[in-house]
């Protein structure tokens, strides 16, 4: 009797298990057939991306360790160390990337920086504010509104340090490929700041 009950609490939880997997499953196929993966879409340094009815173009990249922020930005400090000292030159990695925005078209939109992100590799960041609006002091925001024929040109930094990466990644970051992601969805629309 025992050995029976034992038998059928098993069968059970076997078809409990079995009916949560199916539901699980349903509910991922059902969630990736409304919203697939998005289409990923690279950008080079001489393309004109279309975003909306703003067309941006890359007109500059720098990239240096962190001397070449120190030149950029004298004043700022981009972070310290457990004993307060500057961060190492050496160990800072910075790329000034400068675009040309320009708007085709009159409307209300407006081109919002706030969702600009960087891959590089496996390491996925965002890029610095504060360094942002010392390197564009003429920018009041992070969304940029123009009339249709207006352009206006900003860099874009971003930093990085040998503690967010590998020591194989470090190694190897002067070579690796740095993408600028403008959009993600319904297309993710990205830019190889570095060729």
């Known amino acids: 009797m025992k050995q029976r009950k034992s038998k059928q609490?098993?069968?059970l939880s076997?078809?409990?298990i079995g009916i949560v997997m199916i539901a699980v499953l349903a509910r991922i196929v059902y969630l990736n057939h409304c919203y697939p993966s998005p289409k990923v879409i690279t950008y080079t340094e001489n393309d004109t991306i279309k975003l909306g009815n703003y067309e941006i173009k890359q007109t500059g990249w720098e990239w240096g360790d962190g001397s070449l922020l120190k030149e950029k930005c004298p004043d700022y400090a981009y972070d310290q160390t457990d004993d307060g000292s500057e961060y190492p030159f050496d160990s800072v990695r910075v790329g000034f990337i400068t675009l040309s925005v320009t708007k085709v078209k009159d409307d209300t939109t407006s081109l919002d920086l706030t969702s600009l992100a960087f891959e590089?590799?496996?390491?996925?960041d965002q890029y610095d504010m504060e360094l942002f609006f010392k390197l564009n002091p003429t920018l009041e925001a992070l969304e940029i509104k123009l009339n249709a024929g207006e352009d206006v040109s900003f860099v874009i930094p971003y930093t990085m340090n040998e503690q967010?990466?590998?020591k194989k990644d470090w190694n190897?970051?002067?070579k690796m490929k740095l993408y600028m992601v403008l959009q993600y969805y319904p297309q993710k629309i990205r830019l190889c700041c570095n060729g």
């Open 9 to 11: 609490v098993r069968l």
């Open 172 to 174: 190897r970051v002067d």
């Open 14 to 16: 076997g078809i409990l």
């Open 120 to 124: 590089m590799g496996t390491n996925g």
């Open 164 to 166: 967010q990466v590998s």
